[in-house]
């Protein structure tokens, strides 16, 4: 991993949001360009940012970030390329979605999520923080089970991955 942003204290994945904690490292200097287009994304803040990437493309086993469904981490998943087969995963039957674009928000709690094996060098970006009020307001909100909103969306925009 490549750390765009690093946190001022114990990094904890139930922190990324919290952007007080999170600044700008000296790695993101390497990555001007990718910054200024990071600074184009509808956050108002941004907390935990980092490039992940793996020279062997092996697979990423489906998985859940966490297990609060009280908390609703606000980030968008990247990709220059398509080559990285990323996907959601229904645990129930084995069927998986694939995102077909350059971008992803999924819900991490409720939603398995994994990558298939390339072989060769794949890679992706994922920036964390707080999303504008005029992003947010475009996503239904969760009465129960707040991490589930950005599957709400989803559903509601009839996008099936």
């Known amino acids: 991993m490549?750390?765009?942003a690093r946190s001022e204290g114990l990094e904890d994945y139930y922190d990324l949001d919290r952007t007080d904690l999170w600044s700008i490292s000296d790695e993101a200097d390497e990555f001007s360009q990718l910054m200024d287009?990071?600074?184009t994304l509808p956050f108002a803040a941004t907390g935990r940012m980092l490039i992940m990437y793996d020279p062997d493309g092996r697979a990423v086993t489906a998985h859940r970030?966490?297990?609060s469904?009280?908390?609703c981490h606000e980030f968008v998943w990247l990709?220059?390329?398509l080559e990285k087969p990323f996907y959601m995963l229904d645990p129930a039957t084995g069927e998986k979605l694939y995102v077909g674009g350059y971008s992803a928000r999924f819900d991490t709690v409720n939603?398995?999520?994994g990558a298939d094996a390339t072989g060769e060098l794949a890679w992706s970006i994922r920036v964390d923080g707080r999303f504008?009020?005029?992003f947010r307001a475009m996503m239904p909100a969760a009465a129960e089970?707040?991490?589930s909103r950005a599957a709400l969306w989803a559903q509601s925009a009839g996008i099936k991955a």
Do not use: K, M
Request: proline share 4%; glycine share 0%; charged share 30%.
């Open 2 to 4: 490549v750390c765009l």
């Open 145 to 147: 089970n707040p991490a």
């Open 37 to 39: 287009f990071l600074r």
């Open 111 to 113: 939603q398995y999520h």
């Open 132 to 134: 504008t009020d005029e």
């Open 65 to 67: 970030d966490h297990d």
């Open 79 to 81: 990709r220059t390329n």
């Open 69 to 71: 469904i009280d908390l």
